[in-house]
């Protein structure tokens, strides 16, 4: 059964940091492209991060492209997000997933159908 456990949310000041953690069971999480994506209130969901099976393919959503990193411990079988620079526009419910593609130039593919519970992160002006 594939479980996904997203960590690390909180409430930060505008300008601060959180680390993210994705701990993945029933499934090698490097064996897929992994995505983060994020909700707010009232918005769209949108993609935010992917990374490709052997890592040589990393997308940034240009809103948080030189602010956020993603990487992966296949050992621990977590995906990770830090996220520096926070602003108030970052405020959203994240959630990691499994994704179809992931390209450097043509961004996040479709999410698969697992997702977990999210965390969330808001960020205060």
């Known amino acids: 059964q594939i479980q996904l456990v997203e960590s690390g949310g909180g409430l930060v000041q505008s300008g601060g940091s959180l680390r993210l953690s994705c701990a993945a069971s029933?499934?090698?999480?490097?064996?897929?492209?992994m995505g983060w994506f994020r909700q707010a209130p009232g918005k769209a969901r949108e993609g935010v991060s992917c990374?490709?099976?052997?890592?040589?393919?990393?997308y940034y959503a240009q809103p948080v492209k030189g602010r956020f990193t993603i990487s992966r411990d296949n050992a621990k079988n977590t995906l990770f997000l830090q996220m520096n620079s926070l602003k108030p526009e970052d405020t959203a419910r994240y959630y990691c997933?499994?994704?179809?593609?992931?390209?450097?130039?043509?961004?996040?593919?479709?999410?698969?159908?697992?997702w977990g519970q999210g965390t969330q992160v808001t960020v205060s002006s």
């Open positions: 997933v499994p994704v179809v593609s992931c390209y450097s130039d043509s961004g996040i593919g479709a999410p698969g159908e697992n």
């Open positions: 029933g499934f090698a999480l490097q064996s897929w492209p």
């Open positions: 990374i490709g099976t052997r890592d040589d393919n990393i």
